[in-house]
C-alpha cells in the first residue's frame, strides 16, 4: 500500500505552483476518511477526526510541489532556455530528457560534446546561461507549436525498487511525506488532527506559511525527506543521517531552532515505542518548519526526515523502511502532543 | 515521409546492450537482422561479418558498440568502483541511471555528492571516473555476489520520439550507422549488386581494432565506413557546420580516397539524395582509419550521420539523416555494379 502510493504520487508532476495534479490525487485518496478544503494558495488543508477531541491542535505538514525548471524563453534556432524551480545541482540535470507543459513535449537538456572539450575543462560544467532544452523543432517558429514561455519543466520519474528495498525516483522530496500524511489519515487515529499538503516550499516555504495561519495549531509536525550521504566513504556525522535507520530528528537547521523538549520527546517516543529513528547530524537545509514555527504567535515545531540521497536530483534514492518508521514515528509523536 | 523503416530499426537497435569488448546482446541481434540478407557470423574479435554476391567487393563498416564503464571493484561500503569504457563523459555521470551487466542485471545509480560536503574547488565540476562510484544498493557482501570486476556498465535512457523526425536516445552513435547499412539492404533487396562484406565491428570506441582485423579478413576492394558526427547546437562554437536534417555527410580527407568521396558526391546530386562535404584535416577518428591500412590497403571513404549530443543518453539524431545515408550507399553500390557488369 506505502509503496504503491509513493510511487503513484512521484509518478505525476508537479513543480512548486503547479501542484494541481498532486492535489487530485491526494483528494482522491482521502476523501471518505476526512473534511478537507484547498485554501487560496492551493494547499491541501484536512481535518481528520479521531477517537477523543485534541486537547491540542496538531498539525501534520508536508509539501506536494518538487523541484524543476520552467521554459523562459526560444531562442531563433528553436532551443528551449530556461530558469529552474528550487534548488537543482545543473551537474544531476544535464544530459537527461525532461517533460514539458501540461502536455508532456519530450526534450533533452544537451552538452558539447566531449571530444570538443580541452582536456583541461573535461569535468566542468556549463554554466546555466548555456544551459538549453531541445525538443526537435527546427526553429523557434516550429518550437511555438509545443511550448511556450511559463511552461513547466519535469523530470522523467522512471520510478523503480532496486537493491535492498530501496526506492530510486524524481520527487521522493516530499511525495514520501505526503505518502505518510495520506497512511495516517487513512488510518484511525487517537486524537483529531490537522494536515497540511502545502504548495511552493521548494522557493522558499511560500505555502506552509498561510496553511500554518489557517490551522492554527499549538504543535506542528513536518514530514519531509532529506540529505543522507552515507555513500561510499563518507563516515560519521559527514553523512547527516543513514538510510536504513529510520526518520530523522532535527535539533535544528538553517531555518528553525527547533523546540528542545520536542527533539527528546520524538527520540524518546521512538525508544518507547521500538520505532527506528536517529538524530540529523548536521545543520543544514530548511523546510516548512521555518515558516511554520513563525505562524500567529508561534508554534512548537518538530521535523522528522526520511533520509533520501541525491536530493533534488531526477533521481532520489530512499528506503520503503524509513517512510514506514517515519509514518509511525509521526502518528505516535501526533498522539503524544495531542494530549 | 514517414521514416517508418529506419525508425524500426533504430529502435530495435538502440534498445540493446553492447560495450567494446562485450557488444553483447547488440551484437547478437545485428547478426540476426544481418543474417536476413546474408550470411553472417562472428570472427575472433567480436565483428559481425557478412558476405553475399560475386565479383568486386564493398566494404560497408557501421560499429556495434557504444560507450560505457567496466567494474574495477566493489569497496567496503559495497558501492562499486569504475573506469571508462571509450569516451564515456562524466559531466552527465551525477545521480544517472545505469545499469551493471553482472550475474544479473542490476540497476544502480551513480553517487552524487551532496553540496554540504562540497568543497569551494568543487563549484560546477564532476569528479574523474577513478572518484565515481555507483550505488546499487547493497552490502558489499550482497554486491560480491552479484557484481564481479570486468562487468560491464550501461548509461540508462529512453528511446524518445521528438518533434519532427528527430530522436533522442543512447547509443546513436553508431546504431544508426548499423541502421543505415541495414536499410541500405533493404534497399537493395532483389537487386543485383557486386559482391558485399558488411561489418558490424567491434571495439571502435576504445580504438578500432575491430575494424582493423576484420577489414584484414573481408580483403575489400574498396571500403565505406558509416560512422556519426558532431552536429550544430547552441554550443558547439564555430568550426561545426554540419546541421541535423541536412542529409548524410561525405568525408574529404587527407586519408580518404579522393575519388570516392567525389564519386559519392556526385551520385547523390544526380538522385536527388541530401548531402554535403565535411572535410577533416588528418584522420577521421572513425572506423575508416583502421580500415585504410588492413592489409594491403582499402581505398576507403567516409559517410557521417550528424548528432547532438555525442556520448551522452540523449543523442539526439534525425532519422532523414539515417534515410539518405542509406539511399547514398544503394545509389552507390548500384552504380559500381552497374560499372563492374
Redesign the interface.
Known amino acids: 500500500m506505502m509503496l504503491e502510493t509513493v510511487r503513484e504520487l512521484c509518478n505525476l508532476n508537479g513543480i512548486s505552483g503547479r501542484e494541481n495534479r498532486i492535489r487530485d490525487y491526494i483528494i482522491s485518496k482521502i476523501t471518505g476518511y476526512c473534511e478537507y478544503k484547498t485554501d487560496p494558495l492551493g494547499n491541501l488543508l484536512v481535518f481528520k477526526k479521531g477517537k477523543k477531541t485534541a486537547n491540542h491542535t496538531v498539525l501534520i505538514d508536508a509539501h506536494m510541489d518538487e523541484v524543476g525548471m520552467i521554459v523562459t524563453g526560444i ?1 531563433s ?1 528553436g ?1 528551449i532556455r530556461f530558469a529552474k524551480v528550487g534548488g537543482v ?4 540535470i ?4 525532461v517533460y514539458i507543459g501540461e502536455n508532456c ?12 572539450i580541452k582536456k583541461s575543462e ?6 546555466d546561461k ?1 544551459l ?1 532544452i ?5 526553429n523557434k517558429e ?2 511555438e ?2 511550448v511556450m514561455p511559463g511552461d513547466e519543466i519535469n523530470f ?1 520519474s ?1 520510478f ?1 525498487v ?5 526506492l ?1 525516483s524524481k520527487a521522493l522530496d516530499d511525495r514520501a511525506g505526503c505518502a505518510v500524511l495520506i497512511d495516517i489519515i487513512r488510518s484511525e487515529t487517537e486524537y483529531d488532527c490537522r494536515f497540511s499538503f502545502s504548495v511552493q516550499e521548494e522557493i522558499g516555504t511560500r505555502g506552509a506559511a498561510t496553511a500554518a495561519f489557517s490551522s492554527e495549531p499549538d504543535y506542528a509536525i513536518v514530514v519531509e525527506t532529506t ?1 543522507a ?1 552515507d ?4 563516515k560519521g556525522a ?1 553523512r ?1 543521517c543513514i538510510c536504513g535507520d529510520g526518520g530523522a530528528v532535527s535539533f535544528m537547521d538553517r531555518s528553525t531552532v527547533y523546540n528542545r523538549d520536542l527533539y527528546l520527546k520524538a527520540l524518546e517516543t521512538a525508544k518507547s515505542n521500538g520505532i527506528k529513528a536517529q538524530t540529523k547530524t ?1 545543520v ?1 537545509g530548511g523546510n516548512d518548519a521555518g515558516a511554520i514555527h513563525k505562524s500567529r504567535g508561534g508554534v512548537k515545531t518538530i521535523t522528522v526526515s526520511v533520509p533520501c ?3 533534488h ?3 532520489c ?1 530512499c528506503k520503503l523502511e524509513d517512510i514506514e518508521s517515519t509514518r509511525d514515528l509521526v502518528k505516535a509523536l501526533a498522539t503524544e502532543f495531542a494530549k | 515521409m514517414s521514416y517508418e523503416e529506419v525508425e524500426v530499426l533504430l529502435r530495435k537497435l538502440c534498445g540493446a546492450d553492447g560495450t567494446s569488448g562485450a557488444e553483447g546482446n547488440a551484437a547478437t541481434l545485428a547478426c540476426e537482422l544481418l543474417n536476413e540478407y546474408m550470411p553472417a557470423q562472428f570472427d575472433a574479435l567480436g565483428n559481425i561479418i557478412g558476405f553475399s554476391g560475386e565479383g568486386r567487393s564493398i566494404l560497408l563498416d557501421a560499429h556495434i558498440d557504444q560507450i560505457g564503464l567496466i567494474v574495477t571493484a566493489v569497496d567496503e561500503d559495497g558501492f562499486v568502483r569504475v573506469a571508462a569504457v571509450g569516451g564515456a563523459d562524466r559531466r552527465v555521470m551525477p545521480a544517472a541511471r545505469v545499469t551493471i551487466h553482472g550475474k544479473e542485471k542490476i540497476p544502480g545509480v551513480v553517487t552524487s555528492t551532496p553540496p554540504h560536503l562540497a568543497g569551494p574547488d568543487d563549484e560546477g565540476k564532476v569528479p574523474p571516473f577513478d572518484k565515481i562510484t555507483i550505488d546499487i544498493g547493497m552490502t558489499k557482501e550482497q554486491a560480491d555476489l552479484l557484481v564481479s570486476p570486468g562487468d560491464r556498465i550501461t548509461m540508462n535512457g529512453s528511446f524518445i520520439r521528438l518533434a519532427g523526425n528527430r530522436i533522442a536516445s543512447p547509443c546513436v552513435d553508431d546504431r544508426a550507422g548499423v541502421a543505415s547499412v541495414l536499410r541500405c539492404l533493404q534497399l537493395l533487396k532483389g537487386k543485383k549488386t557486386c559482391k558485399l562484406d558488411v561489418m558490424f565491428s567491434a571495439q571502435e570506441e576504445t580504438g578500432g581494432s575491430g575494424a582493423a582485423t576484420g577489414a584484414f579478413n573481408a580483403q575489400s576492394d574498396e571500403a565505406i565506413a558509416i560512422d556519426v558526427t558532431f552536429a550544430k547546437a547552441p554550443d558547439t562554437g564555430s568550426g561545426i557546420f554540419a546541421n541535423l536534417g541536412d542529409g548524410a555527410l561525405v568525408g574529404y580527407g587527407p586519408s580518404l580516397d579522393y575519388a570516392m568521396s567525389k564519386k559519392l558526391s556526385s551520385i547523390a546530386r544526380e538522385n536527388g539524395i541530401a548531402s554535403s562535404p565535411e572535410a577533416m584535416g588528418g584522420r577521421t577518428g572513425t572506423n575508416g582509419d583502421d580500415i585504410q591500412t588492413a592489409g594491403k590497403g582499402i581505398r576507403t571513404a567516409l559517410i557521417s550521420i550528424p548528432i547532438r549530443n555525442m556520448h551522452t543518453a540523449v543523442e539526439v539524431v534525425d532519422l532523414a539523416d539515417i534515410e539518405e545515408t542509406a539511399r547514398l550507399l544503394a545509389a552507390y553500390i548500384l552504380e559500381r555494379s552497374a560499372n563492374d557488369a
Open positions: 531562442d534556432d532551443c545541482d545543473s551537474r544531476v544535464i544530459g537527461r530528457n513535449v519530450p526534450g533533452v537538456l544537451g552538452i558539447k560534446p566531449i571530444h570538443l573535461e569535468g566542468d560544467i556549463p554554466s548555456d538549453y531541445d525538443i526537435g523543432a527546427k516550429d518550437a507549436k509545443y522523467e522512471n523503480s532496486f537493491g535492498e528495498g530501496f530510486a540529505t550521504a555513500i561510499s566513504g563518507i559527514d547527516v548536521r543544514a540521497r541525491y536530493l536530483s531526477p533521481c534514492v
